[in-house]
């Protein structure tokens, strides 16, 4: 399936589709993402087992649900929620992502449906989940009203969308833009536009014109000492997270 136009933004797909060799290094230009991936699994699937009443110590604690991990990437998160038993598609806009992240999961043992397209594509195809997760997207499209109309539509009555992204403060400035790209090279420079970022208020605002029920805000917070991540309910300044549901 090839990507459609909508809210995707041409030039912030080619800067991750350059980058698309690299998804699986941990070292490389996605080593922040490695680093947080531990930290933002522990939301998405708390708010999942929340929602659907499911326990995350018994066997495939995800069996029956469908899961759309829009942006996907090469596959960071598809694959944790694949190994819990969910039935995960893939999807993202710059088609060099889809090999890298369907050659991993084959590697990996695991049945992934990765495709090139875009929530809009998917939604107009009258695909439905239970869960929408969309991690590190939002502030790369060019309409995230637009974008968040979609992950509504996708969403099955009752269905929980997910929603990190970064802050749009002057710590978060500092951290996400001097630090990870220009001190720590962890990321490209340019690979974020400050401008971009949106508050949380703000997001909630999107979700609920979109028709979604805001339900859960978290923050995802960096040790620098322990070079680890952490899900704060305080300290939203920099990344975070939401939780939303579409109504029955």
């Known amino acids: 399936m090839q990507a459609q136009p909508g809210t995707i933004d041409p030039q912030e797909v080619a800067k991750f589709a350059a980058m698309a060799a690299e998804w699986w290094d941990p070292h490389g230009k996605f080593k922040p993402l490695h680093m947080m991936n531990p930290c933002r699994l522990d939301y998405v699937t708390a708010q999942i087992a929340a929602q659907f009443d499911r326990d995350l110590a018994a066997p495939d604690p995800l069996e029956g649900l469908r899961i759309l991990d829009i942006g996907c990437g090469g596959g960071l998160l598809s694959e944790p929620m694949a190994r819990l038993g969910a039935g995960v598609v893939g999807a993202d806009a710059a088609a060099e992502n889809i090999p890298v992240a369907a050659v991993h999961?084959?590697?990996?043992?695991?049945?992934?449906?990765?495709?090139?397209?875009?929530?809009?594509?998917?939604?107009?195809?009258?695909?439905?989940?239970d869960v929408v997760v969309n991690m590190e997207v939002i502030e790369h499209v060019s309409d995230p009203a637009g974008f968040l109309r979609a992950c509504h539509d996708l969403l099955k009555p009752g269905g929980l969308h997910l929603c990190s992204t970064i802050n749009r403060t002057a710590r978060s400035y500092a951290l996400a833009i001097i630090g990870a790209e220009r001190i720590m090279r962890w990321l490209p420079v340019g690979t974020h536009d400050w401008a971009k970022f949106i508050t949380p208020d703000e997001l909630f605002d999107l979700l609920r014109g979109a028709g979604l029920v805001p339900v859960d805000r978290k923050g995802f917070v960096f040790n620098p000492l322990l070079r680890d991540w952490r899900i704060s309910a305080r300290d939203l300044g920099v990344n975070y997270v939401t939780a939303s549901t579409r109504p029955e």
């Open 105 to 129: 999961a084959e590697q990996s043992g695991l049945m992934i449906d990765y495709r090139h397209s875009t929530a809009e594509a998917l939604a107009d195809l009258g695909e439905r989940f």
